[in-house]
């Protein structure tokens, strides 16, 4: 197992979870009310395991480590890749304090204030799917194989190392497998 493998992983089950919430966001303008508690859960998921726990396996591990081998060129995509994490850490708090006003209107769409919370919230989840799909793309293709590239397999050894070490203390075991049970539960719901 290489740091690339377990980031491809991780993209994987994160395309996974922006498939399921494009599909909630398709599906929401035909109905009455908005299925808010799986829509509190992808929040999670993005808040938690992508950005404390991905992403801070990239900016905290990956990024210093390329900052200090790479060409100037290599140090602008680094800086690119992380102005990414910060735009993707502004939506998913739109999208909380947007779930927030639609929790207090009962997730029912039956006042104009409520609507406009809905179509805010799908307009915010939309710009979030494509900006990922797009950090996603671009880190497999470009990022994934300059790591491969620019350091020794001990180097990489030493990333799976703190990987391990930076997960265990952000999100924990137990957490981590009630994501992935999360992801298999809402496939189940979304994708049959
Ligand atoms: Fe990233
Ligand atoms: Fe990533």
Redesign the pocket.
Known sequence: MKPSDEIIAEHEAVLKVLDILGIICDESSELPQMPLAHIEYIIDFFSIFVDKC??GK??DILFPELYIVGTPRQKNFVGF?IK??QKARVLVQEMLETIKVMKGADGLLTTPASEAAADKLIAVSRSYINLMRF??NN?NQN?LPLIEKLFSRAKQDEFLTLFEQLESERIGNGLHQNFHNMINKLSLIYFS
Do not use: N, S, T
């Open positions: 991905h992403h990239e900016e890749l990414e994490h950090h996603i880190e990022l």
